[in-house]
């Protein structure tokens, strides 16, 4: 029962790089987001999928893109990293369905450093 | 804007005492308030919630105080534990949309 499984771990890009991010769940929840999380910042949304073939923008979205894969997979995409993209990122899956909201399963988190 | 207000940003509770987490939020609409524990090098998980149409949720040690009117809610650790220093986030949901809305994080050191 892995849940929500994120990749990479850990990563250290030079400014202007790209890379992907990728989530898969295995609880075959409609909804997934993608959350950073930096000191005294809490968990700040940046994308989020109602469900698969759909994607929105959170609060802080510009920098990066969303893939909703699959039902099981979004990923997380930055086109050129910048320093001020250094965050340890979430994504998270939950069901919402019939107007309520059910809890809300993290992965793991990448932890990313932009140089 | 923050949606969520959460204070104290850090908490230094001895063993045995009580740690109180407080958040205040603005949007009436929400309704369903999660409280979630997050370990170093772990992402944040699920520890209790509660939804407006109650005042008061007890688990075990952990429990929420919920004041409508004033747009407020609390977690509170009873006879708190070493065991129990983590980073704690409220959360605010509207059941309309996908978004959880986090509090910014009360980092709880309880000495042994």
């Known amino acids: 029962n892995a849940g929500v499984t994120q990749t990479p771990k850990f990563q250290v890009l030079k400014t202007g790089q790209s890379m992907t991010l990728q989530c898969a769940q295995d609880?075959?929840?409609?909804?997934m987001y993608w959350y950073r999380q930096d000191p005294g910042m809490g968990l700040r949304l940046i994308y989020y999928?109602?469900?698969?073939?759909?994607?929105d923008k959170g609060e802080v979205p510009n920098g990066y893109n969303v893939s909703r894969l699959n039902k099981r997979e979004f990923s997380l995409r930055l086109e050129s990293a910048a320093p001020s993209q250094t965050s340890v990122y979430f994504c998270?899956?939950?069901?919402?369905?019939?107007?309520?909201?059910?809890?809300?399963?993290f992965g793991q988190g990448t932890r990313l450093t932009v140089v | 804007q923050q949606q969520v207000k959460q204070s104290p940003q850090s908490l230094i509770v001895q063993k045995g005492g009580i740690s109180i987490i407080n958040c205040a939020y603005e949007?009436?609409?929400?309704?369903?308030f999660p409280w979630y524990q997050q370990f170093p090098g772990k992402g944040p998980a699920l520890l209790i919630a509660?939804?407006?149409?109650?005042s008061e949720k007890k688990e075990g040690r952990f429990t929420i105080s919920f004041n409508k009117s004033a747009k407020q809610f609390s977690l509170h650790i009873m006879d708190s534990q070493p065991g129990d220093s983590a980073t704690y986030f409220c959360?605010?949901?509207?059941?309309?949309?996908?978004?959880?809305?986090f509090g910014s994080g009360t980092k709880l050191n309880v000495k042994p």
């Open positions: 998270a899956s939950n069901d919402f369905a019939g107007g309520m909201n059910t809890e809300a399963f």
């Open positions: 609880m075959n929840h409609n909804s």
């Open positions: 999928s109602a469900s698969e073939g759909t994607t």
């Open positions: 949007n009436t609409a929400f309704d369903y």
């Open positions: 509660i939804r407006p149409d109650v």
């Open positions: 959360a605010a949901i509207h059941s309309n949309f996908n978004k959880f809305y």
